[in-house]
Structure formats: structure tokens, C-alpha cells
């Protein structure tokens, strides 16, 4: 069994063959998880990480230099999306087994670039989380806003330390033709590369060095700096209460703050809850690589891939719920949309004040009809 093709998120998904066992759920998994559940991620997480890149980057609210890793967490969860869309499409096509540039692409291309910005993303939510905890729990030594040059110069380094990471992933793998002997067709299949797998480093050093790197140090840090930022930002309201009226710019640096930080929290939330269940299935697969041969956890491995997809498309909803600021930079920036109701409403309104003022005229007339005539009768 090839166990080193479960280290990474859906890897096992996108491999074109059954595993070996009958025991195992595989026609289920298939159909549940990688043909319904993870077709309508993908055509929700698209226009929903769409939306939110147009929010983050032009929104008034969304335009400081301190978003900007917010800003480039959504681009990069965007490209996760389109590039896991594109390999889940060539599986489901078996373009895969049919052609030679689809599956040279599939295994040297897709495998290296979903790695990479899975790795930017985490590494991106880090660089934020410390670069709060810098300037909420130690103020006095790094009061200076964040300037855009050193936002550049990070981003920079993420990426180019994810490229380096994510490169062994690029030659990994080799594609194979062989002849189908039932119809004489030449197919192509990926397999090995036996010559890097054969070194000491790949098979036993690298992988557990990135899982630690890419996975495990952004979650214990994340989990560690989010509490200690949380109860500084406390700490700080509760000096604030009892002091004289602050100014306007410093009531609008601590809107910055409380807005940064829900935002912060809030998709640090959902990288524990996706980015865990992964973590628990690479410490297993390490730990015992005849586990995946059970029916339970088999199961529990694909779930956790799905569940891993979705970090890269729940954030637009998690910050609409946990944001009022953000729900009103989506109005700011899909104003046209709210038109339209509005102006449904309002038209709807103005109709029925027509009606209304119609129905009152009506009204009026009988009355005034009704007191001629009761004159009338009275003069009689």
C-alpha cells in the first residue's frame, strides 16, 4: 500500500485505482465525499473566496496596511480552490488515465502547487497571528503600524520557504504508459520515482519534517499566541474604562484592532477545526500505516480531507457572522445588489401608498356624498 500518498490533504482521493481491500468502502467514500460533498464545496468556495477578495481588497474599512495578510490569505485560498477543482475534475473525467500531458500535469503540477499554497496559506495565518501578538501584548515595543515593505518582504519569504518545502513534490512521482490488454489501448498511470525514493532523506526525513513545519508549528502557535492576544486585548478595555475620552484617532485605531482581531479569531477558528482531523491522520499513518486497511478509519481519512477543503471556504461566512464591520464593507462593496432590493421594496411601498391614497380619495368622495345628500333631506 503506498501510505506515503496519505501525508497530504486528498491525496488519497485523487489516486485513480481502488484500494486493495473488497472490506473497504470505496465505491461509498467515492460517491459521498469526493463525487457530492466535494463537487459543491468546490462550486461554493469559488464565488464565495471571489467575494471575499473583493471585500478585503476594496472595502474603505479593509484597506489598511495590517489586513494586507488577510488580503493575501483570501488570494491564496482562492488559488487552493481552482487548483484542487482542476485535479478533482481530471479524476472524475479519467483524463487521468487517458492522457499523457493530463496526468504529467496531475502528478508533477497539482501535487506541488496545492501543496505549496496550502503550505502559504498556514504560513500567512502565522506571520498574522505573531504579528498581532507583537503589537497587542507588547505595544510599547512595537508601536509603529506595520509598513508595506516589510508586509512585502514576509509574504516574500512565506513563499519562497513554501516553494522550497513544497519542490520535492514536483518530481516525486513518474508517469508510466502501459497497454490495456483488454481493448490494446495505451493508458498511462503514475507510480514511484524510485530513485528519490531510495535516498534516506525523502522517505524518512522530509515528510515528517514538513508535517511539523507546514502543519503542526502554525497550529501550536496559532492556538498559543490567539489566547495570549485575547486576554491582552481584555486587559487593555478594562484599563480604558475608567480613563477621560479618547480622541478620534484613537477611537478609530482601536476599531482597527477590535476588527483585525475578530477577523483573526475567526479564521484561526476554523484552521484549528479543518487543519486538526488532518494532523491526527498524519500522526497515525506515521505511528501505524496498516491502519488505513480498516473500514473506520478509512473512512475518517477522506472525511478529514473534506473537512481540510473546507479552511479554504468557510472564511467569507465565518467573518460575516462574526464581523458587523465586514457584513457592512460586503454592502459598501456589492452595494448594486442591495439597490436592487431596495428598490424592489421601496417600488413595492409606493404601490401600496398608491393604493392607499386611492382608497382614502374614495373614502372621502362617499363621505362628502353622504352629507350632501343627508343635507338634502333635511331641507326637505
Not at 487593555?236 to 477611537?251: D, M, Q, V
Amino acid at each position: 500500500m503506498e501510505t506515503l500518498n496519505t501525508t497530504a490533504p486528498i491525496d488519497v482521493a485523487m489516486t485513480t485505482t481502488a484500494p486493495p481491500s473488497d472490506v473497504l468502502p470505496w465505491q461509498a467514500v467515492t460517491l459521498w465525499i469526493y463525487t457530492v460533498a466535494m463537487f459543491a464545496a468546490f462550486v461554493v468556495g469559488v464565488p464565495a473566496n471571489s467575494a471575499n477578495i473583493a471585500v478585503l481588497w476594496l472595502s474603505r474599512r479593509m484597506r489598511q496596511p495590517s489586513f494586507t495578510y488577510i488580503r493575501w490569505m483570501a488570494v491564496v485560498d482562492l488559488l487552493v480552490n481552482v487548483i484542487a477543482f482542476t485535479g478533482y475534475g481530471l479524476v472524475r473525467s479519467r483524463l487521468v488515465g487517458q492522457s499523457y500531458a493530463a496526468l504529467w500535469y496531475y502528478s508533477h503540477l497539482f501535487f506541488f502547487t496545492f501543496r505549496l499554497f496550502v503550505c502559504a496559506s498556514n504560513f500567512i495565518l502565522l506571520a498574522l497571528t505573531v504579528d498581532r501578538y507583537l503589537r497587542v501584548c507588547h505595544p510599547l515595543r512595537f508601536a509603529r503600524p506595520l509598513s508595506a515593505r516589510a508586509t512585502s518582504a514576509t509574504l516574500v519569504a512565506i513563499f519562497a520557504s513554501c516553494f522550497v518545502l513544497s519542490l520535492p513534490h514536483a518530481y516525486e512521482t513518474t508517469v508510466t504508459p502501459y497497454v490495456d490488454a483488454a481493448t490494446n489501448e495505451t493508458l498511462y498511470t503514475w507510480s514511484w520515482n524510485e530513485e528519490v525514493r531510495d535516498e534516506v532523506f525523502y522517505p524518512h526525513v522530509y515528510p515528517i519534517f514538513k508535517e511539523i513545519v507546514t502543519r503542526f508549528v502554525p497550529i501550536a502557535v496559532v492556538v498559543v499566541l490567539n489566547v495570549l492576544i485575547i486576554r491582552s486585548h481584555r486587559a487593555f478595555l478594562k484599563k480604558r474604562e475608567g480613563l477621560s475620552p479618547r480622541t478620534r484617532a484613537e477611537k478609530k485605531t482601536m476599531r482597527e484592532q477590535t476588527r483585525l482581531l475578530v477577523l483573526l479569531a475567526s479564521a484561526s477558528a476554523v484552521f484549528l477545526v479543518c487543519t486538526l482531523p488532518q494532523a491526527f491522520v498524519t500522526i497515525l499513518l506515521r505511528a501505524d500505516s496498516a491502519i488505513y486497511g480498516r473500514r473506520r478509519f478509512y473512512v475518517f481519512v477522506h472525511v478529514a480531507n473534506l473537512i481540510e477543503v473546507l479552511n479554504f471556504i468557510a472564511n467569507l461566512f465565518v467573518y460575516s457572522i462574526a464581523s458587523s464591520d465586514f457584513r457592512k464593507s460586503f454592502r459598501e462593496v456589492f452595494r448594486c445588489c442591495f439597490r436592487l432590493r431596495r428598490s424592489g421594496s421601496s417600488t413595492s411601498t409606493q404601490y401600496s401608498g398608491d393604493t392607499l391614497g386611492r382608497k382614502e380619495d374614495s373614502t372621502s368622495k362617499s363621505s362628502v356624498e353622504a352629507k350632501r345628500k343627508m343635507s338634502t333631506d333635511s331641507a326637505l
